[in-house]
């Protein structure tokens, strides 16, 4: 037997699945806007100027983006040709790739994060309380922990990209 949702909870979810639309929407535009980066371009480059020697093996950098290891490819291709990234050759085996932030995307990147993070306050943080704020990360929490049970827990503290 389905249980349905009631009145509240479908509200919620529906506002939910607005705001999510409508916040990724409006951060996407000024990223584009303020420093010609996509969002799948500001991940590649913010997540591996958080990895040691800003590199990861593209596999690993596909997992940590929750990717296929086809998107990627064509992700770091285009990335690649703007000199970005540059892809080489894992040691060991020569199978895999190794994906490295170059000087002229943490340049980018640099230049990019201020903008972002004012982005990301002027449409969420804050519009909200820090009780708000706490709420929201506690609920991210849950879900994430629930959809995702063999990940490690991340204590939400990221760097300043």
């Known amino acids: 037997m389905t249980k349905w949702l009631s ?11 607005r705001m999510r639309t409508v916040l990724d929407l409006a951060i996407s535009r000024d990223l584009r806007s303020d420093s010609s980066l996509s969002d799948a371009d500001y991940d590649v480059l913010s997540t ?3 990895a040691a020697e800003d ?4 596999g690993d950098l596909a997992t940590r983006l929750m990717w296929s290891s086809s998107r990627l490819a064509h992700q770091v291709g285009r990335m690649e040709r703007r000199g970005l ?3 080489t050759s894992s040691d060991g085996d020569g199978r895999g790739a190794v994906v490295t932030l170059t000087g002229a995307g943490r340049e980018v990147l640099e230049a990019a994060a201020p903008a972002h993070v004012a982005s ?4 969420l943080i804050d519009l909200l309380g820090q009780e708000d704020v706490a ?9 994430l922990r629930a959809l995702q049970p063999g ?3 991340s204590d939400g ?3 300043r990209h």
Do not use: C, F, K, N
Request: no cysteine.
């Open 7 to 17: 009145a509240q909870e479908e509200a919620a979810w529906r506002r939910y699945r």
């Open 48 to 50: 591996l100027s958080e």
């Open 55 to 58: 590199s990861w093996r593209a």
């Open 85 to 87: 990234v540059r892809r």
């Open 120 to 123: 990301v306050r002027r449409h």
């Open 135 to 143: 709420a929201l990360d506690r609920i991210a929490g849950t879900v």
């Open 151 to 153: 990940e490690p827990e």
């Open 157 to 159: 503290r990221v760097t």
